[in-house]
């Protein structure tokens, strides 16, 4: 399936495809500031709607991780890393797609506090 997203303001839009089976909810510094609800899926499926340019860019601690987020309002889209594999993921705040019942998705807790 493919969902569309964006920021609060919509100035930036993505899509990804995939099928969502569960989200997960981090402890880590930043998420439970942020409150984001996270998909885990290959970079390669999640397609940019504008151009990259116009979305600002936040890194922490290891760095390794690019926290992505609008420039205009602010509101984390979705992070970029690699897993131990060297695959490249996108970390999809589900709270930014469109039509989703996140109430009717599984929640694993993830202790990145931890790390």
Known sequence: MIYLGSCHCGHTGFEVEGDIDHLVECNCSICSKRGSLLWFVPRRQLRLLTP????????????????????????????????????????????????????????????????
Do not use: W
């Open 52 to 115: 990259e340019q116009e979305l600002s860019t936040y890194t922490f601690h290891t760095h390794k991780i690019r926290h992505r987020f609008c420039a205009h309002c602010g509101i984390h889209t979705y992070g970029e890393g690699t897993v131990a594999s060297g695959e490249a993921m996108a970390a999809i705040n589900a709270r930014c797609l469109e039509g989703v019942d996140l109430s009717q998705i599984p929640i694993r807790r993830f202790d990145g506090r931890s790390l």
